[in-house]
């Protein structure tokens, strides 16, 4: 028997992370591009085929369902990236393990995992795994947005995620972090890895989410990376190869914000036309340029036939080799189905199913709303918002009692009152899938006051 509960709740679910994509590119005929993404409802691997040449334009493979389901680590994944060697005889899928939406983004920076979460395939439909590989170091707080690099003379790759680390001395990473950097290792097969390095660490910005794009000229490239103050994206670029010295534009690739998990990749027919996509929190917004070298040129795309809801992933080019294995199977890809975990508990934690950010006046509801004020009574009822967070529990859990645990990071503020009303609600019995804004409307109105469970007060 299961229960989902409903409860109003003020937490902080900040910014996240992202990056993804390019593999060095010979001199080869691409066809189309393969999108490898996840979303926030099913935070697990799935992907989209280009409708022919069209870098705007996709389909979802597997009727839109998960193409591979992480069952490791945390049991869920985000930031997927898809690469290979430049012979294209094997595939890898990487992906930050890491259970999201709703949960406590402190936790996640202080002990989330370390490891990536790894699909191996040499023909981009059958992939083996999920593994964990572990790829930081004890002193990291986590290892998110991984991207890869092949590099041919040395025949290994580079893989790429963003981290921050904590002194020796803080075993428990109970104090304060150093800011989040690139951080890097080597492998030939994704199982064994070198020890992680410090890859780009600047003094004084937390930087997440790198995407390198490779300019077609050995050593030329160009990266792409968060600012995780502005929460813009910078740019800059190197003739040295990536360990060559970088320069970097003036100002952000855009001016907007919030925007993160950079995806860059070269347009397969126009060999001057580059592609920038930025996550703005909720998906993909494309831009285009055929000016890479220079700042300030990225210009919104056309948008039509553009999937909505693309998160952090990747844009991989398509060989007419590699389409012969997507599309001879009517475009549809092997799934590995297994069944959701029954809770999300891990060490006795139960992490929240969903959280969503109802507006009370109109209605209007977000899923998984990051970076935005999640409780909002300021006496305009036009801003009155109250944030529903969902739970699932198994019969395990029957006759215990729960707390409630309220995470805040250091940079959440409260005004106002400084007080926040909990409610809870526990439906009836009955299978806890995302509920729709209509749902919401109603148990909101409904019962969302049904059961006052406490007042928080914040401290001055
Ligand atoms: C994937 O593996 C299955 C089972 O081994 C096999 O029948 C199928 O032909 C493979 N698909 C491809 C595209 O190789
Ligand atoms: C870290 O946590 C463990 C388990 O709670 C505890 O036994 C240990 O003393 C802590 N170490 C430090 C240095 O605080």
Avoid at 243 to 265: K, Q, Y
């Amino acid at each position: 028997m299961r229960y989902s509960w409903l409860i109003g709740l003020l937490v902080a679910v900040l910014g996240f992370t992202v990056t993804a994509n390019p593999v060095r590119r010979q001199q080869q005929q691409f066809v189309g591009y393969l999108i490898s993404t996840f979303s926030d409802p099913v935070p697990q691997v799935q992907q989209y085929l280009s409708n022919d040449n069209n870098p705007l334009s996709y389909r979802k493979l597997n009727g839109g369902n998960p193409v591979l389901t992480s069952i490791v680590g945390t049991r869920a994944v985000r930031d997927i990236y898809l690469t290979s060697n430049s012979a294209r005889s094997e595939y890898y899928i990487i992906a930050t393990d890491i259970n999201a939406p709703g949960f406590s983004w402190d936790r996640a920076t202080r002990t989330g995992s370390r490891g990536l979460v790894v699909w191996r395939s040499t023909d981009l439909v059958n992939w083996s795994g999920p593994n964990l590989r572990t790829v930081e170091s004890t002193t990291a707080g986590m290892a998110w947005a991984p991207s890869a690099v092949w590099d041919d003379a040395t025949s290994q790759y580079y893989v790429f995620w963003s981290s921050r680390l904590y002194a020796a001395n803080d075993p428990n990473h109970t104090g304060s972090a150093g800011l989040d950097r690139i951080r890097y290792a080597t492998t030939r097969d994704f199982v064994t890895f070198s020890a992680p390095l410090d890859y780009y660490a600047p003094a004084n910005i937390p930087v997440i989410d790198q995407e390198f794009l490779y300019l077609g000229q050995p050593g030329h490239y160009v990266r792409f990376i968060k600012d995780e103050r502005t929460n813009q994206i910078f740019q800059e670029r190197t003739t040295g190869g990536l360990f060559g010295s970088w320069t970097r534009n003036p100002g952000f690739v855009r001016n907007e914000t919030p925007r993160e998990g950079a995806v860059a990749f070269r347009n397969n027919l126009d060999p001057n036309l580059y592609h920038l996509w930025l996550d703005d929190y909720v998906q993909y917004l494309p831009y285009q340029t055929t000016n890479i070298l220079n700042p300030g040129i990225w210009t919104p795309s056309n948008t039509n036939g553009f999937p909505g809801g693309v998160k952090h992933g990747s844009v991989f080019p398509l060989t007419q080799a590699d389409m012969k294995f997507l599309c001879t199977l009517p475009c549809v890809v092997i799934a590995i189905a297994l069944p959701p975990p029954e809770t999300q508990a891990i060490n006795d934690l139960i992490y929240p199913y969903a959280t969503y950010r109802y507006r009370v006046q109109t209605g209007k509801t977000v899923i998984d709303p990051q970076d935005q004020l999640l409780i909002v009574k300021n006496g305009k009822s036009a801003y009155e918002i109250t944030t529903i967070v969902t739970f699932q529990f198994d019969q395990s859990t029957q006759g215990k009692t729960c707390e409630l645990v309220f995470e805040l990071w250091d940079r959440d503020v409260s005004t106002g009152t400084q007080t926040l009303d909990v409610f809870t609600y526990s439906d009836p019995p009955r299978p806890l899938v995302q509920l729709t804004a209509a749902d919401i409307v109603q148990l909101v109105s409904a019962k969302s006051r049904d059961n006052h469970a406490g007042r928080i007060c914040s401290e001055a």
